[in-house]
């Protein structure tokens, strides 16, 4: 059975930084796109950035975040580098198993962990 636990969320001030862990599980991921989104309480899930290859990003974070991946782990990360109250939300994240076309379908997604930044 897959599963994705995000690790790594909590309260940072403005400017500061955090990495955010998705441990994968149930196959192996090496193949896989991976990435994060994200939501804002009351508002739908937005996209942050995937990793199959190449990496991409929203033009919100780019710059600022990266994504990164230990295969040998099946981890991915995401490290936040000045960040902003604007970037306080639940970080989910999530896998594409066709991973196919370079277009990023996520299939299973991880539980969600808490961000929040305060100004």
């Known amino acids: 059975q897959v599963q994705l636990v995000e690790s790594g969320g909590g309260l940072v001030q403005a400017g500061g930084s955090l990495r955010l862990s998705c441990a994968a599980s149930?196959?192996?991921?090496?193949?896989?796109?991976m990435g994060w989104f994200r939501q804002v309480q009351g508002k739908g899930r937005t996209f942050i950035s995937w990793?199959?290859?190449?990496?991409y990003y929203a033009d919100s974070v780019k710059g600022r975040f990266t994504i990164s991946r230990d295969n040998a782990k099946n981890t991915v990360y995401l490290q936040m580098n000045s960040l902003k109250p604007e970037d306080t939300a639940v970080y989910y994240c999530?896998?594409?198993?066709?991973?196919?076309?370079?277009?990023?379908?996520?299939?299973?997604w991880g539980q969600g962990t808490q961000v929040i930044v305060s100004s």
């Open positions: 999530a896998a594409d198993l066709d991973s196919r076309d370079n277009v990023f379908r996520p299939t299973y």
């Open positions: 990793s199959g290859g190449r990496t």
């Open positions: 149930g196959r192996t991921f090496s193949s896989s796109y």
